[in-house]
Nanobody, 125 residues
Framework: QVQLVESGGGSVQTGASLRLACETS????????AAWFRQTPGQGREFVAA????????YYADSVKGRFTFSRNSAQNTVYLQMNSLTPEDTAIYYC??????????????????WGQGTQVTVSA
C-alpha cells in the first residue's frame, strides 16, 4: 500500500514563498497523476494543481496559476509545489494525492485513491 507524506508547510506573511513536498513510500507516482488539493474548515477539498507522470503535463487552478509551480523528481517518488506570492486566501491544509483520473475528472478529489495526511499553510496579512 503506497503512502504519501507531505512536508514544507508553515506560517508566513503575505508575499512570501513556501515549497511543499510529497514523498511516497511503498510505491511511486510513476504511471499515475499526482495532485495537490487544499481544504479550509467547513469547506470541501479544492483542486490546486496536478501533473501526469506520463508526460509531466501540469494543470493548475485559476486561483494559483502563475504563482504556483508543480514539479517532480526524476525517480517520480517525490512531487513538489512551489508557492510564491502567497496571500491569506492560500491559507489551508494542503493534501497530496495519487490517482489515475481521466482529464475531465482530474480536478475532482474523488478521482484520487491515495492521500497524504496534509500539511498546514498559514499566510498572515
Amino acid at each position: 500500500q503506497v503512502q504519501l507524506v507531505e512536508s514544507g508547510g508553515g506560517s508566513v506573511q503575505t508575499g512570501a514563498s513556501l515549497r511543499l513536498a510529497c514523498e511516497t513510500s511503498g510505491g511511486t507516482f510513476r504511471g499515475h497523476t499526482a495532485a495537490w488539493f487544499r481544504q479550509t474548515p467547513g469547506q470541501g477539498r479544492e483542486f490546486v494543481a496536478a501533473m501526469r507522470m506520463t508526460n509531466s503535463n501540469p494543470y493548475y487552478a485559476d486561483s494559483v496559476k502563475g504563482r504556483f509551480t508543480f514539479s517532480r523528481n526524476s525517480a517520480q517518488n517525490t512531487v513538489y509545489l512551489q508557492m510564491n506570492s502567497l496571500t491569506p486566501e492560500d491559507t489551508a491544509i494542503y493534501y497530496c494525492a495519487r490517482g489515475t483520473p481521466i482529464t475531465s475528472t482530474l480536478r475532482l478529489h474523488s478521482s484520487y485513491a491515495n492521500w497524504g495526511q496534509g500539511t498546514q499553510v498559514t499566510v498572515s496579512a
